[in-house]
């Protein structure tokens, strides 16, 4: 059965460093997704992407936040500058082009937890 | 903007009870709505999703959920719980407006003793 992988599986980083968290979607999916949850809390939307660009973006999702489709593959999520805030588990999820998206299931990867020191 | 509440953080069980899981969001407009499960260790995955019709919608591993529009509530359901239940399960709500972003409750940890 298909799934949205996600690497790593731990990041550990310096406050002010530079993070990379990499989703790979499922292969004929169009939509793409980016939610994080911090440890307690509920798990937040961040932001949305298709066709190449951003379709929606929450609050969260600030200028140190960035998303790139770099290849036919791969979907990633850069933070500049990281904070000791940033610290959560990072959800990476896709949904098929077909139909209305909101209707659509939204299948999740197994997340990326973030520490920053 | 749209919220969603979870009443119950952690929910202990006896195997053969029947369990019911609530959730309320507030907004005002149509909504498609969700339940999403997490085992131990495993990703989210979707249990059922209701966008209209029939108000009581059947999902997977016999677990069930009602909306009630009056209440704004989809509560879920299941008659009798297995310890294979344990996990932790997330009630999301997506606004069908032109939005594709789900908003979670902080969901409900199932503990299921055998």
């Known amino acids: 059965e298909p799934e949205v992988t996600q690497t790593p599986s731990h990041q550990v980083t310096q406050m002010g460093q530079e993070v990379i968290l990499r989703c790979v979607p499922i292969?004929?999916?169009?939509?793409f997704y980016w939610y994080r949850q911090i440890l307690g809390q509920k798990v937040e939307f961040l932001v949305s992407f298709y066709n190449n660009e951003i379709s929606e973006k929450s609050e969260i999702f600030d200028d140190q936040f960035s998303v790139e489709r770099p290849d036919g593959s791969n979907f990633t999520l850069k933070i500049r500058s990281t904070k000791l805030e940033d610290s959560a588990m990072y959800f990476c999820?896709?949904?098929?082009?077909?139909?209305?998206?909101?209707?659509?299931?939204?299948?999740f990867g197994p997340g990326t937890r973030l520490t920053v020191l | 903007a749209q919220s969603v509440s979870q009443h119950n953080h952690h929910v202990i069980l006896s195997e053969a009870a029947s369990l019911e899981l609530g959730c309320n969001y507030s907004?005002?407009?149509?909504?498609?709505l969700f339940w999403y499960v997490q085992y131990p260790g495993q990703h989210l995955q979707l249990l059922l999703k209701y966008f209209s019709g029939d108000p009581l919608v059947k999902g997977i591993k016999g677990f069930e959920a009602e909306f009630i529009k009056s209440k704004f509530s989809f509560n879920l359901r299941k008659p009798s719980v297995q310890w294979s239940d344990t996990a932790e399960y997330f009630c999301?709500?997506?606004?069908?407006?032109?939005?594709?972003?789900?908003?979670f409750g902080k969901g409900t940890k199932l503990s299921v003793i055998p």
């Open positions: 999301a709500v997506n606004a069908r407006a032109g939005s594709y972003q789900l908003t």
């Open positions: 999820a896709s949904t098929t082009g077909m139909g209305t998206p909101s209707f659509n299931e939204q299948f």
């Open positions: 907004y005002g407009g149509t909504v498609n």
């Open positions: 292969s004929n999916h169009l939509y």
